[in-house]
């Protein structure tokens, strides 16, 4: 008797998938979302800022993120371990992370960790 096929060996749909979803996995970022365009389109709007741009232009939002309109991600690192005698501040003007001591602040701290950029 010759065993049933789809049960050793599953639909080719379903490997499809399968591949399809390990290559998406690689491509995400917490950091980054992507933007959906419409075929002809010739600018796209920030959703932050409320501004327009030009299809293939890159921008810094107010909020630091660098853009395209196809997608943002943000312009920074975040900081995830560091001494616990410090803490993490947002400089939104260089949108960056500074990390120094909770009572000393130009006194800097060592990151040990961080996501993002």
Request: charge should be positive; charged fraction near 20%.
């Amino acid at each position: 008797m010759v065993p049933n096929q789809t049960a050793i060996f599953p639909p080719k749909k379903y490997l499809a998938l399968a591949l399809l979803l390990c290559a998406l996995l690689s491509l995400t970022n917490s950091q980054c979302f992507v933007k959906l365009q419409t075929y002809g389109m010739t600018h796209c709007k920030d959703d932050m800022d409320e501004t327009w741009h030009a299809v293939g232009s890159k921008w810094r939002n107010s909020k630091c993120w660098d853009c395209t309109c196809q997608g943002c991600c943000a312009a920074y690192a975040t900081p995830r371990q560091f001494p616990d005698d410090c803490v993490s501040v947002f400089d939104s003007k260089r949108c960056e992370y500074v990390v120094h001591k909770r009572d000393n602040p130009t006194e800097l701290c060592p990151i040990f960790a961080a996501t993002g950029k």
